[in-house]
């Protein structure tokens, strides 16, 4: 499966954005999905999961309450709703698909990245 993340930007904070995570190559119901980031000299952070059917979520909590996941299998698509933005969620952001389980470990397939910068 080939993903392409974009909706990225430069916002202010308390603004919103919200990123989108387009599928190719396979049904994306075949996948978990999940959205993780990387602040420079940060670990990288998983940041929302979804299973296939999108009945099973988890947040991280440093953006749970704020930050919203979902899915459209029919689109091949995956969104994170973001709002209330902080300065500490700049981070290169990526679309992530898993064939296993909702694990973070178990994410194989990644895109390109998009960057969401947060000024104070």
């Known amino acids: 499966v080939q993903l392409q993340a974009s909706g990225g930007g430069l916002v202010q904070a308390g603004d919103s954005l919200s990123l989108s995570c387009a599928a190719s190559g396979r049904t994306l119901s075949t996948y978990n999905m999940g959205w993780f980031r990387q602040a420079p000299s940060k670990e990288r952070e998983a940041v929302a999961r979804?299973?296939?059917?999108?009945?099973?979520?988890y947040y991280a909590d440093s953006v749970n309450g704020r930050f919203t996941i979902s899915r459209d299998n029919a689109k091949n698509t995956v969104a994170l709703q973001m709002n209330n933005l902080k300065p500490e969620d700049t981070a290169v952001y990526y679309c992530?698909?898993?064939?296993?389980?909702?694990?973070?470990?178990?994410?194989?397939?990644w895109g390109q990245g998009t960057l969401v910068t947060v000024s104070s």
């Open positions: 979804i299973n296939r059917s999108g009945g099973v979520i």
């Open positions: 992530a698909a898993a064939l296993r389980n909702i694990l973070p470990s178990s994410y194989e397939f």
